[in-house]
């Protein structure tokens, strides 16, 4: 696909983007002007003057730390939980049996969904937000770490036996770096779902928070600011997958190359 | 063979393996006896289902006879040994550590120290003729290399019986002759007790004193042919009259058990 163009030269990785950034930009511009979409697409200016706006009032830093603390502690508690739970669940096959099918059924309801039923279990405030990002990231982290641990090729197992290894050294040795790339992956995704159910945790009315605060800006019809932490919460999911990219290059560079 | 008296090595005491599948039993060996005596190169050959994996892994302690046993130097074998090493087809190598790390593996979990065990590895790599790639991972190398390093993974911590399951099976010819004039000059310097599996018969009196044949379902010992050829065993032996006899003779076993196993 990158050789289509006749030209000599080759356009390089950063021209593409800027190529990219400015099409979208313009697309935005028409969508600004155009009657049928201007008052849902302000441009630019006002979404500078919009970040000015919640800069200067404050609530941007709070929001923003208000939903990191959401995040991140239902994200590190989903990876507490599903890693243990992920290895059992692959070595002792009645906690599979009983497990995987409802895992499997609960992944699929959209979070959303559940958020009424776990405030009217814990109320309003940072516990539910934190609870509903937990069981989302638990769900999906688990099934990708259960699959790596089952995906372990048996004749390294056999290969570490024969060379003398105990069930311990297996466990050490083998089994978890060999289920490293699936724990990375499960964590890429894990944050992923995280930033999408945070919207959804933070409808239970929470006091601060970005997806709070975008539901608080179309109750008043205050377009720009809501446009702008849409693009925010794009920006924070997109550094972060970054992050995690990196991450997993820099440890697991040893696999042969694949995608996942 | 010559008149000297050699002591048994791996002795195979009536073997039985039957597995449960879905359509009932599957006897995947029916009382295998065979004395391996020590230094012997022996390799298996026979058809696919012919049980010869079971054998090895049997021997290996990766899996449980159904009844009979086996024993090394007159120890019954209950689980694995490091006396007894493994080289697998599919190469088995950590794709997370680099080549030395992989052949220091069995020596660490003896609980050597890490300069001792770089010590022996290196000298097996060397072995290998892989010292250029000590720090290269798995990925970076070759089919063959990758299987030279299991070799010498195997051979470091100085197992007494080499089991080999059909190691160069998925590599290219070339590499294949190269890596059998290397393992037949590795077993002389190293005298080790080999028991290699082999669906090629050519690979098999290239490297054997003794091959095995072994006829399927249920799977047992067809016929033990000694080769009695001279070593270093080189590629223009396959010319020879004496070579080209005992192919024929043992490809003829062996297409039989193929006709029978296609019935």
Redesign the interface.
């Known amino acids: 696909m990158d050789n289509k163009k006749k030209s000599k030269f080759q356009i390089p990785k950063w021209g593409w983007l800027l190529i990219s950034f400015l099409t979208a930009m313009a697309l935005w511009f028409i969508l600004s002007i155009h009657p049928k979409t201007a008052r849902s697409f302000p441009y630019l200016p006002e979404i500078l003057r919009a970040l000015g706006t919640v800069i200067s009032r404050g609530i941007l830093v709070q929001d923003f730390l208000s939903s990191m603390i959401s995040v991140v502690s239902g994200f590190a508690l989903g990876f507490v939980t599903a890693v243990p739970i992920a290895f059992l669940m692959a070595w002792y096959v009645p906690v599979r049996n009983i497990l995987e099918p409802w895992i499997q059924f609960i992944r699929n309801i959209p979070p959303l969904a559940y958020v009424p039923l776990v405030v009217i279990a814990a109320g309003v405030g940072r516990r539910p937000q934190i609870i509903v990002i937990w069981l989302a990231t638990f769900l999906i982290m688990a099934v990708t770490i259960y699959q790596g641990v089952r995906n372990v090729d048996e004749t390294l197992i056999k290969a570490a036996r024969v060379l003398g290894a105990k069930d311990r050294d297996i466990f050490v040795k083998v089994i978890f770096p060999a289920t490293t790339p699936f724990i990375l992956t499960a964590v890429r995704l894990g944050v992923s779902v995280a930033l999408t159910t945070l919207i959804a945790a933070e409808s239970t009315g929470a006091s601060a928070g970005m997806g709070m605060r975008i539901r608080s800006f179309s109750n008043s019809f205050e377009v720009a600011p809501m446009l702008l932490y849409i693009i925010l919460i794009g920006i924070i999911g997109i550094t972060s997958e970054k992050i995690i990219k990196t991450l997993e290059r820099k440890l697991t560079g040893w696999q042969e190359k694949r995608e996942v | 063979m010559a008149g000297e008296e050699r002591s048994v090595k791996v002795k195979i005491d009536h073997v039985e393996k039957i597995y449960d599948g879905r359509q009932g039993q599957m006897v995947a060996l029916n009382g295998v006896d065979l004395d391996i005596y020590e230094n012997e190169f022996i390799c298996v050959v026979g058809p696919s289902g012919c049980g010869k994996s079971t054998l090895l892994n049997i021997i290996?302690?990766?899996l449980e006879p159904t009844s009979g046993a086996v024993y090394v130097d007159g120890k019954k074998v209950e689980g694995?040994?490091?006396e007894?090493?493994?080289v697998?087809q599919?190469y088995?190598?950590?794709?997370?550590?680099t080549v030395l790390k992989n052949v220091m593996?069995?020596l660490k979990?003896?609980g050597m120290r890490d300069e001792e065990a770089k010590e022996i590895a290196m000298k097996y790599i060397k072995m290998v003729e892989l010292e250029n790639f000590v720090d290269s991972?798995?990925?970076e190398l070759s089919g063959g290399m990758k299987q030279r390093v299991a070799i010498a993974?195997a051979y470091a911590?100085q197992p007494e019986v080499l089991l080999m399951d059909e190691p160069f099976g998925a590599l290219d010819a070339q590499t294949r002759t190269q890596l059998q004039a290397e393992l037949t000059k590795t077993w002389q310097e190293e005298k080790k007790t080999c028991f290699f599996i082999t669906h090629d018969v050519e690979e098999a009196i290239i490297l054997a004193t003794k091959v095995i044949v072994m006829s399927a379902r249920p799977g047992r010992i067809k016929k033990i042919i000694d080769v009695d050829l001279p070593f270093p065993r080189t590629q223009d032996l396959k010319m020879q009259k004496e070579f080209l006899d005992l192919k024929s003779q043992i490809w003829g076993e062996v297409y039989q058990e193929y006709l029978e196993v296609r019935k």
């Open positions: 290996a302690g990766l694995t040994g490091t007894r090493g493994v697998f599919q088995a190598l950590f794709p997370w550590l593996f069995g979990l003896k991972y798995p990925k993974r911590v």
